[in-house]
């Protein structure tokens, strides 16, 4: 069902998308346009890429699962950057790490709690979780905030670009002790079981139409990005928004939507460990992996981007986090910690609305 | 013996209360009396409020619980709000959050704990209340301070406006979740037979008897508050404090006295999960109903109050809520874990006296 | 082994000491022979309060250990403070609390997991330890920077000097916590093996050369420091370093090299319970007894010092905490949770170099 109303949007949005971009439509439909075509798209390349990672076994599969289950985010930012829309990069990121803490646990954690009383997730991989998170924004997030206070713009990017470098070498290690020296060491019974079924879980599509498939929708994804990123400065003048709330809010919704959509059927399903692995795993490639490889390819434009954020953003990631970790600390879900999550995002989307 | 000590504290103090105030006794003998009435009208009010709760079954003697329980600060802050202390509202919101975790939880814990080596609590409970701790001042608190330093007055009014109300429909959701969706899941055995036992509990006065007395009461602790507040001014010149101090220390202690005398004996009768319910409990009423409430009531008055405490008051919210996470984690306490709360509300309490 | 590379650097490096500076060799190579000597000697004040502790029973013991763990911190902090170089003593003591909770603890966790796939540690104490962390850093470090921002000098410095008393107080209950009421009480049945065993274990040193030992190296550890801290003026310049950095990175490292030393041997011994007591341990005696006795004792010199960090100092060491805590908390450790804690030490590190 969903999967033809994204093929639906897909074959009408993209010819729709080129065509109103060349004959200079009016912007707020072509925005509109820009932002249903990716949606669709996005949903095209998180399939083509599950199928892949199915045909290339669990190793391979969680490498890929981990390099492109962001791509859209990671080009509708390339091409911000290449704009030098720093701010609306930065916004989109804290966007992403807040909407994925938020608002898809959130919604996952309520969905599931009306169905299910109590939902069990994984401890042990909620509490490495923790830790990444913890490493990546209180510990590689906010030192850059402080120390920059007092460094010049040089020092502020070497401190911006030797944490980068860290933060990827990191999100590589957690790889390979999530997919090589500690795989299956923390699973419990039931999720051995579904990692087993797993194995014999059929690909959508082959490995041929995967490929194709990703690098179409990758084209077609890049294409609209560039149109859309310069739309922005429009946007948010009609509406009398922000560019902060639309990299925050719209931005990040935009390009995870295909993402929310499975994290809540799957936690209605009473996948939990699925449910939680999306929201949670999602933000730490976003931080770890996303974050830094667009600082680094910043070097290569004339804008370069520190990891620097506004101090709204940077506190609005940090107490994320923090209400996150307390929240799921006990490997244990409902409603209640469902609506709690959701409130911090509705509140923090008020202050971004207003700011 | 308590009682009857509140007996009399009431039965002289209150008259001596509406005598001085018309005949213009010396400032400081007003304080003294008024401070020492209410202590023992709270006492009354918490009685009345326990007894219609028992009357009125488990529900809606949770509500009734959940929205009495600090009507004696309501009432003192309400009168604050009328006389444009701003500045005393805010800080003795922060002293009843402070002093709830801190003093009345750090109390028990040690009292408690001299009698006994180890003392179990609600493990379930504890993480519940931890993650409305983080939501409440972590996230509600936190982001208005942040946001409103690039916000105009207005804006910053609106968001405090709109954080309100989501703290109160989260409130509302919490007691919905404990005494409907979720009454007794998380309950331990032992606690079920407490609550069992709780059932045929007999209340200290009928339901007439206890309405009567706490409209009485209300009545009284309404008096003496207005006459109250404007003694602060007096009293903080007299003792060299600040308004601050007075706000943050004393008004907290005098508002929950009753509360504090309680939460000690039920540790040393080692009902920990009573003690813990006290302490936390109000902590978050006070954060999530009294606070909220306060600004919706006070866009009634001449000067509104944002949702904004001072940097000092912050930090010392946050800090005490992160404190209390970590000690209560674990669903345990000792003589120990008491001690290091006090100790941190000693410390609290000589910055606020010296700022 | 590591027994003889010391003494041999010992028996060459004091004697080479007290030349070099009678014959004022060149500051560089000075540096180099004072740090190593230093080295060379806590390793032995080390060795000597270890055989103390076992001939005193292990209530002297404990309270042996934790007043000269860290001797050579207190002393070369002395003589800091005598010169008049307070922001070294706050960095030094920084960079003891980071590097113990960061570097020691992470080496210890990544040497010890790259042998045994999971390593288990006492969980009781690491919440004991989580609780005291919280409650020396987040609260007693955190209230005065903040509350001073707003104070005079004199108000700043009262703060201080009440926040090291209760520091000092509750590090003795701490002691008292663990060594009398509660002593065994959280034990695990491994652990008290390992106590029983303990028990019959053979002091290295009699009392008598203990004692002689411990005198010895103290007064070399003393007269090297005293000329060591004047060497760091130019060893900041010749390489570009800030003073800052070299009390946070190399006054550390330097201060409690034999430490680290020992609870990375113990990690690859698998005795978890010791690695994490010494990193962990080590931090509550800096933060708890040797930052408060130096705020005393800079009352008797003419600059006081008050316990107020620079921002960069007190943000590294909280996020420090909060990410220790979380990755503690489950009682258990692997290499990938070591790779975190000294990848967040080089983030840090960087961060000082560049500032």
């Known amino acids: 069902m969903t999967n033809k109303i994204f093929m639906l949007m897909t074959f009408i949005g993209v010819p729709l998308s080129v065509i109103g971009s060349l004959m200079h439509w009016p912007t707020m439909i072509l925005f509109i346009i820009y932002c249903l075509s990716?949606?669709?798209?996005?949903?095209?390349?998180?399939?083509?890429?599950?199928?892949?990672?199915?045909?290339?076994?669990?190793?391979?599969?969680?490498?890929?699962?981990?390099?492109?289950?962001?791509?859209?985010?990671?080009?509708?930012?390339?091409?911000?950057?290449?704009?030098?829309?720093?701010?609306?990069?930065?916004?989109?990121?804290?966007?992403?790490?807040?909407?994925?803490?938020?608002?898809?646990?959130?919604?996952?954690?309520?969905?599931?709690?009306?169905?299910?009383?109590?939902?069990?997730?994984?401890?042990?991989?909620?509490?490495?979780?923790?830790?990444l998170l913890m490493f990546a924004i209180i510990v590689a997030f906010v030192i850059p905030e402080i120390f920059s206070m007092n460094m010049n713009e040089t020092k502020t990017l070497s401190l911006s670009v030797g944490i980068s470098i860290i933060l990827i070498a990191l999100y590589l290690a957690a790889l390979f002790f999530k997919l090589v020296t500690h795989r299956g060491v923390y699973q419990t019974e039931e999720s051995e079981t579904a990692a087993e079924n797993g194995h014999h879980e059929e690909p959508e599509w082959g490995k041929g139409k995967s490929i194709l498939i990703l690098l179409l929708s990758t084209l077609a994804v890049a294409y609209i990005s560039e149109n859309l990123v310069h739309t922005f400065h429009y946007v948010a003048e009609a509406f009398g928004w922000t560019e902060l709330f639309i990299g925050v809010i719209i931005v990040a919704i935009v390009g995870n939507a295909a993402e929310h959509a499975s994290a809540i059927v799957m936690a209605y399903k009473?996948?939990?460990?699925?449910?939680?692995?999306?929201?949670?795993?999602?933000?730490?490639?976003?931080?770890?992996?996303?974050?830094?490889?667009?600082?680094?390819?910043?070097?290569?434009?004339?804008?370069?981007?520190?990891?620097?954020?506004?101090?709204?953003?940077?506190?609005?990631?940090?107490?994320?986090?923090?209400l996150m970790v307390v929240i799921s600390n006990d490997g244990e879900s409902n409603w209640f910690e469902g609506l709690t999550l959701l409130a911090a995002y509705i509140i923090m989307g008020i202050g971004f609305y207003l700011l």
Do not use: C, W
Not at 287 to 306: C, N, T
């Open 38 to 131: 990716i949606v669709a798209l996005a949903s095209y390349m998180g399939r083509a890429t599950e199928s892949l990672a199915i045909v290339a076994g669990p190793r391979i599969g969680g490498l890929l699962n981990a390099t492109f289950g962001n791509a859209v985010e990671l080009i509708i930012s390339i091409f911000s950057l290449k704009a030098g829309l720093i701010g609306v990069v930065l916004a989109s990121l804290t966007g992403s790490v807040i909407g994925n803490l938020l608002l898809v646990a959130g919604l996952s954690f309520f969905v599931g709690g009306l169905k299910f009383k109590r939902q069990l997730f994984n401890v042990h991989d909620a509490r490495h979780n923790s830790g």
């Open 270 to 322: 009473n996948k939990m460990d699925i449910a939680v692995e999306i929201a949670v795993g999602s933000t730490l490639q976003i931080a770890m992996f996303v974050a830094p490889v667009l600082v680094l390819l910043s070097l290569l434009f004339e804008k370069k981007m520190p990891l620097v954020f506004t101090l709204p953003e940077l506190i609005t990631m940090v107490t994320s986090v923090l």
